[in-house]
């Protein structure tokens, strides 16, 4: 069974701070979503990572995938109140039966004004 | 947005009863899954399908059925309903050979099981 530990938990920062969450595994996986998440919703895709060490931004969000392929990154610059909610990242394994993807526990971040 | 939705958005149930989910897609994706949703533990898959009558157990399966007799709809029964029942789940689809298989999720059902 694939594994995806995710750190922190949960984040509360002021709104113009950074922050890093993390999502760590001992498994390869093909390629790596993060989802946010906000309440009464399902969670929707901010992007996938399918190369080793390949770095996406989105506006003020980076994403990085390990060389490794094992491990990735979100970091937000700058973060404003509509970034609060639940992140989530989802590994894919090579040859998944069923598109099938392992979530991590997710990161709660707030955001304070 | 990806056409899914989910039926009852709410329930509340008393231990020992039957229980069936619906999720409904109109965007004719090949996988539809169930997850349910506890704090701490992420998502969780419980049961995913991969065409009509084609079926498979994820993580989570024991105490759960499910059934795709039409591409758009996917259903989830819990035949006898405990406490540790009680969740947020989740009905997700995703294509093959589409944006790295995103899986698209639907508005959630709570269950309380009493």
């Known amino acids: 069974t694939q594994l995806l530990e995710q750190s922190p938990q949960f984040l509360s920062i002021q709104e113009g701070e950074n922050l890093t969450v993390y999502c760590n595994s001992s498994?390869?996986?093909?390629?790596l979503q993060w989802y946010r998440q906000e309440p009464g919703e399902g969670p929707v895709l901010l992007v996938t990572?399918?190369?080793?060490?390949e770095v996406k931004k989105l506006k003020r969000l980076t994403f990085q995938f390990g060389d490794a392929r094992k491990d990735s990154s979100l970091h937000i610059t700058a973060a404003q109140p509509g970034d609060t909610g639940l992140y989530l990242c989802?590994?894919?394994?090579?040859?998944?039966?069923?598109?099938?993807?392992?979530f991590g526990g997710g990161t709660r971040v707030l955001v304070k004004p | 947005d990806a056409g899914i939705t989910q039926s009852p958005r709410h329930k509340v149930t008393e231990t020992g009863t039957p229980v069936t989910l619906r999720c409904h897609q109109t965007?004719?994706?090949?996988?539809m899954y169930w997850y349910r949703q506890d704090p701490g533990h992420g998502l969780r898959l419980i049961h995913y399908?991969?065409?009509?009558?084609?079926?498979d157990k994820g993580e989570v399966s024991d105490g759960y059925s499910v059934s795709r007799s039409k591409t758009e709809d996917f259903l989830l029964t819990l035949e006898s309903a405990t406490s540790s029942q009680t969740s947020v789940y989740f009905c997700?689809?995703?294509?093959?050979?589409?944006?790295?298989?995103?899986?698209?999720f639907g508005p959630g059902t709570r269950l309380t099981v009493l």
């Open positions: 498994s390869v996986f093909s390629s």
């Open positions: 965007e004719n994706h090949r996988y």
């Open positions: 399908s991969y065409g009509v009558k084609d079926t």
């Open positions: 997700a689809i995703s294509e093959s050979g589409v944006s790295y298989n995103e899986q698209f």
């Open positions: 989802a590994g894919r394994a090579f040859k998944a039966a069923g598109n099938k993807l392992t």
């Open positions: 990572v399918v190369t080793g060490g």
